[in-house]
């Protein structure tokens, strides 16, 4: 019984150890995921950290807040991508429809309307696949 709860505690001990590195290793990605970030191309195994500047699309992801996009051209209705609006800009909002002709009608879920200007599988980034809303108030200290 006794090599039994070492045995219990010895795995525990070892699993902490295993999720406080993974935790550690994360934030040192999203952190130097975002420093970098000013303009540069920084993906990981196709993930990118990036920093939310608007309210758009609160409250699924608050402003400030850290969101992972994958790099894919894989989207579906429902979906939050982030696509270019021009050379330098790039917004997170949620896919709305998309038609026969593949053109990609998009919404912030904190807007009243949807987006002016279509949008096609050209012009996404990437899909959202993390978000960490509470890192928004750290991150507004930060800015």
């Known amino acids: 019984m006794k090599d039994a709860k070492k045995t219990f505690q010895l795995i525990c001990k070892t699993a902490e150890w295993v999720l406080t590195i993974a935790v550690i290793a994360l934030s040192l990605y999203c952190i130097v995921g975002v420093c970098m970030n000013k303009g540069s191309e920084f993906y990981l195994f196709g993930y990118k950290p990036v920093v939310v500047l608007s309210g758009s699309m609160e409250p699924y ?5 850290l969101v992972i996009v994958k790099q894919t051209k894989d989207i579906q209705e429902e979906d ?3 696509f270019h609006i021009d050379k330098d800009n790039m917004v997170c909002h949620r896919v709305m ?3 026969d002709e593949g053109n990609i009608t998009t919404k912030g879920d904190n807007n009243d309307v949807e987006d002016f200007e279509t949008i096609t599988v050209d012009d996404i980034e990437g899909k959202v696949v993390v978000r960490m809303n509470f890192l928004s108030p750290i991150i507004s200290k930060l800015r």
């Not at 992801?61 to 807040?65: D, G, I, L, P, W």
């Open 61 to 65: 992801m608050e402003t400030n807040s």
């Open 80 to 82: 939050v991508v982030m």
């Open 97 to 99: 429809d998309i038609d």
